[in-house]
């Protein structure tokens, strides 16, 4: 570890932090209906859209209500994305004459998109068209993150209003998302990102001519704008099958400095959105500190492992830390600081191959995306995630004083806690359940690249990453194939809808109840105890919950390491 790498990621931390107060405030105004400085151009599209659509912008819904339209919308997403992926080969804008896309591979993808995960069983540059990309995917990477900021903002309304059964309009809350938010954001980001060399066109793949003499088929296409909304909406898709490590997707050292700020810039600012519309700030600091001190964790934790020699490399006298698999123009510190991030978040782009981390640096990542990718975590998905912990925190402090939970003046009673373990608990069922599966059938033990417990970990991480929702892999594990594109697709549907719903539920259950004056035996939820009672809630639930899994992975790969035994590929 170096002193330059330390500096690299605490002027990461400080630019995150200054987008906070501005951008929610910003998204507060957008969200609560009041005027801002787009409104002149923006409002008339934005009633144009309602009465071409048949909405009534101000009639509310209830949680039910909410919840319908938004598995309306969605489903009607999956249907459009699954068509165009199997009809891509007679559809326009296809210069490189890809096929349609397999039966089970399309399913997969479409699900994977409208869930906001983006895994990718595929190679993006030589299996999708370029209408695919654009009509199909990037359309998805702004109407599921607009959808989870949607949820988010319901679930604040469900602290902030009182006595009232109507948490807002869906139709209403993801529109505004789209048009104010992640859209002229997008545009200015995917302008500077073809400033630092990064392709959009529509041309087919250029030619060139190697120093060698050889000829070169170099793929290119409408880059900039799909990398723009997948690390904002922290979808994290690649236009290329090495994502964020590929030349094209992340030309320089400032951009990827700055697709790393925009993964974490909206999640950061919702917890100061939260703050403002529930009338006291300090409580979404106290959110966010709860994430930075989990997120500051996993970066020290994950920068050591890999910057250190440790097992194996110490065994072979190997002191300059682990390089494998990591881009020489990022090195460890950014690299390591990527890994943790695009976990931490629902983002999954990668800048580096997190199947070739040190065990425990490796770890890291797993553990961020079970714990449920609360750390900052998606658009909207990082928010209500650590509120429903929030919920259960609340829950577990009014137990140990023997006092009715509060929070926000609102009690959380019987019916939250309830919806908030379901929420919780779907999230391992996923994860452990199918990892159990695929370690005993042999369409399960087809798929890893290496034996031992670096095998087990592909297969943990594969089912980890699509129930939380976050699309990032180790790359080792051979996933196109009926048995995981099929169960990966399940397991992303639970891990989106089955902790949206029961969040809804929360929702309408808390706007419903009145809001009780503080006492003097209100328990304060901004400061340090709370933050500290919160960071110790997710971590046991986490540990307890996860704590066997990584035993028999990386936990078990670091002790063999360190006693000179490896897991090659095809051993």
């Known amino acids: 570890m170096t002193l330059n790498g330390w500096m690299q990621i605490a002027l990461y931390c400080a630019i995150v932090l200054a ?8 998204m507060a105004r957008v969200f609560n209906g009041e005027r801002t400085f787009l409104s002149p151009v923006l409002a008339p599209v934005e009633r144009g859209l309602y009465r071409v659509s048949g909405i009534d912008s101000a009639q509310e819904q209830t949680w039910l209500g909410y919840a319908g339209a938004m598995i309306v919308f969605n489903v009607a997403g999956f249907v459009l994305l699954y068509a165009v992926l199997r ?11 890809q096929a349609a896309v397999a039966p089970d591979l399309a399913f997969n993808t479409a699900t994977s998109f409208v869930t906001n995960t983006n895994w990718q069983s595929y190679g993006g540059e030589t299996t999708l068209s370029y209408l695919s990309q654009m009509l199909g995917l990037t359309h998805q990477n702004f109407v599921s993150a607009a959808s989870g900021m949607a949820v988010a903002v319901a679930l604040i309304r469900g602290f902030a209003r009182a006595s009232t059964r109507t948490l807002g309009s869906f139709w209403v809350d993801m529109t505004r998302a789209t048009l104010y938010v992640l859209l002229p954001l997008c545009m200015v980001f995917a302008l500077v990102l073809v400033s630092q060399g990064m392709p959009q066109t529509l041309s087919a793949s250029v030619e060139a001519t190697t120093l060698e003499g050889a000829r070169q088929t170099i793929a290119v296409g409408p880059v900039a704008s799909q990398v723009a909304i997948k690390m904002l909406g922290t979808n994290g898709g690649g236009f290329f099958n090495a994502n964020a490590a590929h030349p094209f997707e992340n030309p320089t ?12 810039a909206i999640g950061a600012a919702l917890t100061n959105v939260f703050g403002r519309m529930v009338g006291d700030e300090r409580q979404g600091w106290a959110i966010l500190a709860a994430m930075g001190v989990l997120f500051l964790a996993g970066v020290a934790v994950t920068y050591w492992a890999e910057a250190e020699a440790h097992g194996v490399l110490a065994n072979l006298g190997l002191s300059g830390g682990n390089m494998e698999g990591k881009e020489v123009r990022f090195g460890i510190p950014a690299s390591a600081l990527f890994a943790v991030i695009t976990t931490a978040a629902s983002c999954g782009a990668v800048n580096a191959m997190h199947d070739s981390f040190t065990a425990l640096g490796g770890l890291v990542p797993l553990l961020n995306m079970q714990l449920g990718e609360v750390i900052i975590g998606g658009v909207g998905a990082g928010l209500y ?11 577990v402090a009014g137990l140990m004083v023997g006092r009715t939970p509060e929070y926000l003046g609102k009690k959380i009673e019987a019916r939250e806690v309830k919806m908030a373990m379901l929420g919780i608990l779907c999230l391992p069922l996923m994860m452990l359940g199918f990892t159990a599966l695929a370690t005993v059938v042999p369409a399960g033990l087809a798929g890893p690249a290496n034996a031992g417990p670096h095998g087990f970990s592909e297969i943990l991480y594969a089912y980890t990453s699509a129930a939380a ?15 995981y594109n099929t169960t990966l697709a399940i397991g992303m549907l639970v891990g989106r809808f089955f902790v949206k719903i029961p969040v809804l539920a929360i929702a309408g259950s808390l706007a419903a109840k009145k809001r009780l004056p503080a006492s003097a035996g209100t328990f304060p939820t901004h400061g340090g105890l709370f933050v500290g009672l919160l960071v110790g809630v997710v971590l046991i639930i986490g540990g307890l919950t996860f704590f066997p899994s990584l035993a028999l992975g990386p936990v078990v790969e670091h002790l063999a390491g360190a006693a000179g035994q490896t897991f090659a590929t095809g051993g």
């Open 385 to 395: 995630g650590m509120l429903v912990f929030v919920v259960v925190a609340i829950f």
């Open 469 to 483: 929702n976050n699309g990032s892999a180790f790359g080792g594990l051979t996933a196109n194939t009926l048995f």
């Open 253 to 264: 050292a400032l951009s990827n400095l700055l697709q790393m700020v925009a993964i974490f």
């Open 19 to 26: 987008f906070v107060r501005p951008l929610g405030a910003y």
């Open 87 to 97: 009809l891509q080969a007679v559809l326009p804008l296809n210069p490189t004459d």
